[in-house]
């Protein structure tokens, strides 16, 4: 069956640097789009990012633009979310997700504070 398991997260101060790792099993991974999103407390969850199967990646939010980066290792079955110039409104629950399937991640937390 489809699995994504999520590595990475925890606690970092503001302006610090984190790096979400998310290894997919029971599919074929380099054909598959994947994503990003982040659900913080009291929010609705939000797409972060998106990666094609060519690599061609997008951020969405522009609150995120420059600072967060998406790449994949088709051959590590891993999708990366790297998140620099951390910001107390990033705190969240980030998770990975698999469109095609449908399929999410365990979710990671992510926590930015002094």
């Known amino acids: 069956q489809v699995q994504l398991v999520q590595s990475g997260g925890g606690l970092v101060q503001p302006g610090g640097s984190l790096r979400l790792s998310c290894v997919g099993s029971?599919?074929?991974?380099?054909?598959?789009?994947l994503s990003w999103y982040r659900q913080a407390p009291g929010k609705e969850r939000e797409l972060v990012a998106t990666?094609?199967?060519?690599?061609?990646?997008?951020v969405y939010a522009s609150s995120m633009k420059g600072r967060f980066t998406i790449s994949r290792d088709n051959a590590k079955n891993t999708v990366y979310l790297q998140m620099n110039g951390l910001k107390p409104e990033d705190t969240a629950v980030y998770y990975c997700?698999?469109?095609?399937?449908?399929?999410w991640g365990q979710g990671t937390q992510v926590t930015v504070s002094s």
């Open positions: 997700h698999v469109p095609f399937f449908d399929s």
């Open positions: 990666i094609t199967t060519g690599g061609g990646a997008t």
């Open positions: 029971g599919f074929t991974f380099s054909v598959r789009r």
